[in-house]
């Protein structure tokens, strides 16, 4: 796969549409090495076309709008990114190694609670969850539109870590 093609294919992921990706593009003013100028939208469209190649210096800016690690726009079969995480574990710091086994316990703990049936949760949890939903008729309507948002900010992070 083609650095556009993959390109394009993290855009229909994102539900992002060109328009809207050459403009996140620009507005990070990533400067062309050949003319010291920001690409236009125009060339912007080229690359993501494949008519002309995406230029090097574009990689990071790229990556970020996607939010994805330059790495992902070039590889997306299982044996690249195996090797990939390969490398990075090779010399990850403490700190990096740190938030890696907070995901895979925070993981973990997601398997148990989506897969295993209720009555294997601890009764603790069980009795705390089933108090929270009994008490949810008497919290004000901006309480739990807070509380929603608030959840929903928590699953969106603990998706991308």
Do not use: W
Not at 2 to 7: K, L, S
Not at 100 to 127: A, D, G, H, Q, W
Not at 134 to 143: C, G, H, M, R, T
């Amino acid at each position: 796969m083609e650095v556009y093609e993959r390109i394009n294919s993290l855009l229909k992921q994102k539900h992002l549409t060109k328009r809207e990706f050459a403009k996140r593009l620009r507005d990070l003013e990533p400067k062309l090495h050949s003319t010291g100028e920001t690409p236009t939208e125009k060339t912007i469209y080229k690359y993501l076309d494949g008519t002309i190649a995406v230029k090097i210096e574009l990689i990071p800016y790229i990556a970020e709008v996607l939010q994805v690690t330059e790495q992902e726009l070039f590889t997306c079969d299982k044996k690249s990114r195996k090797k990939f995480f390969q490398n990075i574990l090779k010399t990850a710091t403490e700190e990096e190694i740190d938030i890696i086994s907070k995901r895979f316990s925070l993981k973990s703990y997601e398997k148990t609670v989506v897969n295993e049936p209720k009555k294997t949760y601890n009764k603790k949890e069980s009795s705390l969850e089933e108090e929270l939903i009994s008490l949810l008729p008497f919290a004000p309507k901006p309480l739990l539109q807070n509380l929603v948002i608030k959840l929903k900010e928590l699953k969106e992070f603990n998706e991308t870590l």
